[in-house]
């Protein structure tokens, strides 16, 4: 018989029955003994420690492994086999018993799961024995872990849910990411250059008074430094966009998330940018909408924000904003809607420009009355957080009203005149130096010139009323040739105060006023005498040139003493005046004195004495030879006006002047100085006025006498009549007015016969027109001044007796000057008196070298007062017979071609006149009046031929040659006088 008790039959639990099952231990129907004491028959656990068997029991007898029944299950066992659980603690036992309590299916589950985590910790295989000395598979420890890692795994919808761990993982991992990113973009991310359209600005030209006349470029921005800005204007803009900007840091992450969430929650598009990342985006990157462009800005403003004071932020902040109309900056802004400068603008103005900057187009009233009532609103809100800063007391915005901006103007840019004076301005320049081109072409700078607002529309409006409304362009093709030119400039300081281009700027390109392609004519000859006078030249004679030196006038007189090839030069309409005085030879323009003239000064010292006047030195065609006289050289109108300034203020040169300030970003750019010559001597200077003064009163350039004024001038027409102009001056101004032809197809020179309905264009006639208006028009409203002259001692003006004292009859209205009076022409050196003689005094036969032209049938007529006679002049009884002219000693000199001199010259004629005196009308009644050295019978009236080639290119150009013949034969409109 067996020692051992029997064993109790194993019984199914019930499952409704709570606690451990009957047998089990720690159960109340333990039949293995007292609890904790191990079965008797345990023999083989005496080797393990603690007493405890190495195979795991388990209720269901899983854990025996030689198949009998467990302790308490009624089911036999094999010696040696004993009760894992039997040995253990108490805290076993329990275990056990809970584990008694689950189903068997997860009883099995979780026993196959513990022995895998037991036999991992222990280093063995799963159903592996333990091993002696296994402390993980014995003991009151590995009970302890197991009961630790039997936690509650979570199920369902919760496995979803990151743990704790996870999420503080995470995070740790997103700062060391964003550390990562910032360093990597703050150092990776440069400030770059400006971009192109932020640095370009457009060039302002402004009049002597401020005013705008125009402004250049593709950007309408003109820089202003922030102390031009007023402070009110600033707060304004800091209410409006970034009120903490002195304070905050250069980027807003709480204002960006927040701008952003609004974006996306659709309350709409809303900007996080500080004022320093507004500058950034528009300074250094774009307008387009992109993440990239977003992450540069925020690495951009960090950095600038450390390299560049918070006023440097905001001055390009302020110039490089948009406000709308076009206007990039608030000092374009405040031109724009204002119409003045920025450093003007009032309070309530200033508001107004920066509620623009949320809103440009959308708050411009003018352009969308409709929003008015949200661009008000704004206004107001602008003005609001002034006051709450305490940049603005309450009272002051309760007195502000809302400033309606102006209406927005077309953009005009360089039309009509204002792109002339762009050109010239710019050219002004870049000649002097102060300037490169490139560095105007980058723009931003405030030029003011010296240019005179009231003047220069005086000036346009004088060439419209006396040209432009004259013009029929589709009835008369040559009015489509027409052009027209002109410069003013002040005498004692050279400034140029006005400047007439063209018609428009957009429409003839080129600059009337500034281009030397047209021949200057007779303009020129003024200049001769005065280096006459300034070099104390003398006749081939060797007598004193003075005004009243008498010359051969004679059609194409062939000059003497000059050694080059030959020049006879003609007269206009070849007219022969015989012995003549330089007086009267500069109010007639008589070419053939003017010729001899330059010889006997020199032609080297004649081109020197204009350069010192003002002509350039590069002036195309001023050589030194006869033909200088007659003006062949194409100097510009502004050329010319500079040198008649000259003779102005007394010889005393003053380098014309275009431009009186030049500034960039408030800095003034060092502009040329240039101190007055004395370019000639004041005689010189003074005694040429004189002369001149005679032209306007009664030579070829009386329609200049609309000015008003004391004035002196010249009159003068390019070869072939493709330009006449007048030159002239009073003590206070100089101008000059040129008309000239141009095909506007081809660009071609074109004669103007027949512009303007006139018969000749010449410088009497429109060009004297404009200056007299002009001139009266600049001048109104000053003080009338006469010229304080200091003649040359023995050049006091004197009455020339070869000019007729009858009087001019009403004539055509387009005679030059629009005098209606008609010009009397002195042909025929045989009808002349020589030196001004009585009548019937001896005269010397006119000399071989300039035959005259024999009278015509016309000439007697004329002389007997008969039809030939148009104008009323006195019989034959008054005029000096042919044995006249016979007298040699009436002739000074060898050659008889030089003037005449002692008593029976001038001075036979009664005495020298009053300054600049016109020569005096005669008595109403013909045969009362006493002729002055015998007045010739004029020819009848003839229509004038084409001019022939005067010389003006080169000596000899007019060799040969032969006079005309009498008048009889002529007819049509009566002969004008050279200009």
């Not at 007529?861 to 008969?866: R, W, Y």
Request: proline share 9%; with cysteine.
């Amino acid at each position: 018989m067996s020692d051992e008790p029997p064993q109790q039959a194993w019984e199914p639990r019930d499952p409704t029955v709570a606690g451990p099952p009957p047998g089990s231990p720690g159960g109340s129907g333990h039949r293995g003994g007292p609890p904790n004491t191990p079965h008797a028959g345990n023999s083989t656990d005496a080797g393990t420690p603690g007493g405890r068997a190495t195979t795991p029991a388990h209720p269901t007898g899983t854990g025996n492994p030689a198949g009998t029944a467990g302790p308490g299950s009624g089911e036999s066992r094999e010696p040696g086999e004993g009760d894992a659980q039997g040995s253990g603690t108490h805290a076993e036992a329990a275990g056990t018993d809970a584990e008694s309590r689950r189903t068997p299916g997860k009883r099995d589950k979780h026993d196959k799961r513990n022995q895998r985590d037991k036999a991992g910790k222990a280093g063995r295989a799963p159903g592996q024995a333990a091993k002696p000395g296994d402390a993980a598979a014995t003991g009151p420890a590995a009970a302890a872990g197991a009961s630790r890692r039997k936690r509650r795994r979570r199920s369902g919808w919760r496995r979803l849910l990151p743990t704790w761990r996870m999420t503080l993982g995470a995070f740790l991992f997103l700062c060391l990411l964003l550390a990562g990113g910032f360093f990597a973009g703050y150092h990776l991310v440069d400030i770059p250059p400006a971009n192109a359209a932020a640095t370009a600005q457009s060039n302002v030209y402004l009049y002597s008074d401020g005013t705008q006349i125009a402004r250049d470029g593709r950007v309408n921005r003109e820089n202003v430094e922030l102390s031009q800005v007023p402070a009110h204007v600033r707060h304004a803009v800091l209410a409006a966009e970034d009120r903490d900007f002195y304070e905050a840091a250069a980027v807003d992450p709480e204002a960006m998330v927040r701008a952003a969430w609004n974006t996306l929650s659709g309350k709409g598009t809303q900007g996080g940018s500080t004022i320093t990342q507004q500058y950034v985006k528009n300074y250094y990157l774009g307008q387009e909408r992109t993440v990239t462009r977003k992450v540069k800005e925020f690495f951009i403003a960090i950095k600038l924000d450390s390299e560049k004071t918070k006023n440097e932020i905001f001055e390009g902040y302020l110039n490089t904003s948009y406000y709308g109309r076009n206007a990039y900056g608030i000092q374009a802004a405040a031109r724009a809607y204002y119409d003045k400068d920025v450093q003007d603008l009032d309070l309530a103005e200033g508001a107004y420009l920066a509620s623009l900057l949320n809103a440009p187009s959308a708050y411009d009233v003018a352009t969308h009355p409709q929003n008015r009532p949200r661009a008000v609103a704004r206004w107001v809100y602008v003005l609001d957080a002034m006051v709450k800063e305490r940049w603005l007391t309450p009272r002051s915005r309760s007195e502000s009203l809302f400033p309606a901006p102006l209406e927005a103007k077309a953009t005009t840019g360089l039309a009509g005149q204002r792109g002339y004076v762009v050109q010239a301005v710019q050219d002004y320049l870049t000649n002097h130096g102060v300037l490169h081109e490139k560095d105007l072409a980058r723009g931003g700078y405030r030029i003011t010139t010296t240019l005179q607002k009231q003047k220069q529309d005086a000036f346009a409006q004088a060439v419209e009323d006396q040209v432009t409304a004259r013009l029929d362009p589709t009835g008369n093709e040559t009015d489509r040739f027409v052009r027209v030119g002109g410069v003013s400039i002040e005498p004692a300081t050279g400034k140029v105060v006005a400047m007439y281009g063209g018609v428009d700027y957009t429409k003839q390109y080129v600059n009337n006023a500034t281009r030397r392609d047209y021949q200057v004519g007779s303009t020129f000859k003024p200049f001769v005498f005065a280096a006459a006078v300034h070099h104390g030249s003398r006749t081939q004679a060797g007598e004193r040139i003075t005004p009243n030196t008498t010359y051969d006038g004679t059609n194409m007189r062939p000059v003497s003493g000059w050694t080059g090839p030959a020049y006879n030069p003609a007269n206009e309409d070849d007219v022969s005046y015989g012995p003549i005085t330089v007086r009267t030879a500069t109010d007639k323009s008589v070419n053939a004195v003017y010729a001899q003239l330059a010889v006997d000064v020199g032609p080297a010292k004649v081109e020197q004495t204009a350069i010192n006047l003002g002509l350039p030195i590069d002036t195309p065609d001023l050589n030194p030879s006869p033909s200088i006289a007659l003006g062949p050289a194409t100097a510009s109108a502004l050329d010319m006006a500079q040198a008649y300034a000259t003779l102005a203020d007394h010889g005393r040169h003053s380098p014309y002047r275009l431009v009186e300030r030049v500034q960039k970003n408030g800095e003034d750019i060092e502009l040329p100085t240039a101190e007055a010559t004395q370019a000639i001597s004041r005689e010189a200077a003074d005694t040429t006025t004189a002369m001149l003064r005679s032209v306007i009163e009664g030579g070829t350039g009386t329609a200049a006498q609309a000015a008003g004024r004391p004035a002196a001038g010249k009159t003068g027409t390019a070869e072939d009549d493709k330009a006449a102009w007048f030159a002239g001056y009073t003590p206070d101004l100089a101008t000059v007015v040129a008309v000239m032809g141009q095909d506007p197809g081809t660009g071609t020179q074109k004669p103007l016969y027949g512009a303007l309905g006139l018969v000749r264009m010449n410088g009497g006639g429109a060009p004297a027109e404009i200056w007299g208006q002009y001139t009266r028009d600049a001048l109104a409203g000053t003080v009338v001044r006469d010229f304080d002259l200091r003649i040359a001692e023995g050049m006091e003006p004197r009455e020339d007796p070869s000019e007729s004292a009858a009087p001019d009859e009403p004539g055509d209205p387009d005679e030059p000057g629009g005098s209606g009076r008609r010009e009397r022409h002195l042909e025929d050196a045989s009808d002349d008196v020589p030196g001004g003689g009585a009548p019937g005094a001896p005269a010397a036969p006119v000399p071989p070298a300039g035959p005259a032209a024999p009278a015509g049938p016309g000439d007697a007529a004329a002389a007997s007062g008969g039809p030939g006679n148009p104008v009323g002049l006195p019989g034959p009884a008054a005029l000096p017979g042919p044995a006249a002219l016979s007298d040699p000693a009436a002739l000074s000199g060898p050659s008889g071609l030089s003037g005449l001199s002692g008593p029976s010259g001038p001075d036979a004629a009664g005495g020298a006149g009053a300054v600049g005196s016109p020569v005096p009308a005669a008595p109403e009644d013909p045969a009362a009046a006493t002729p002055l050295g015998g007045p010739v019978a004029p020819r009848a009236a003839a229509t004038p031929a084409p001019r022939r080639a005067t010389g003006a290119t080169s000596p000899g150009a007019r060799s040969g040659g032969k006079a005309r013949p009498g008048a009889s034969g002529r007819s049509g409109a009566p002969t004008r006088p050279s200009p």
